[in-house]
């Protein structure tokens, strides 16, 4: 099974930039369609961006125009650059297969202070 660890999270004020990071201990390119995920406090979990293998991408409204998703292949790494970024932004971060998830990470704590 994959593995996925992400990584890149931080405390921000609210206008800034992050990116986050997630390493797949396999093949990425196994993995069809990559999906970012945000846990706010006290609120379901959330998908917030994918990436298909081809490249295809699709965003949550609430990010779309400040969050960009990519993936390398070649470093079975899939990224997610957050600019604009507002305190609602706030929350643990987590990267997954979106049709087939494997076992969840530690996910990466991305906090936006007003």
């Known amino acids: 099974q994959v593995q996925l660890v992400e990584s890149g999270g931080g405390l921000v004020q609210a206008g800034g930039s992050l990116r986050l990071s997630c390493v797949a201990s396999g093949s990425l390119f196994s993995i069809d369609t990559v999906g970012w995920y945000r846990q706010a406090p006290g609120k379901q979990r959330e998908l917030v961006a994918r990436i298909s293998r081809g490249g295809s991408r699709n965003y949550a409204d609430s990010v779309n125009g400040r969050f960009t998703i990519s993936r390398n292949n070649a470093k079975n790494t899939v990224y997610l650059e957050m600019n604009s970024l507002k305190p609602e932004d706030t929350g643990v971060y987590y990267c997954?297969?979106?049709?087939?998830?494997?076992?969840w990470g530690q996910g990466t704590q991305v906090t936006v202070s007003s």
């Open positions: 997954n297969a979106v049709y087939r998830p494997f076992s």
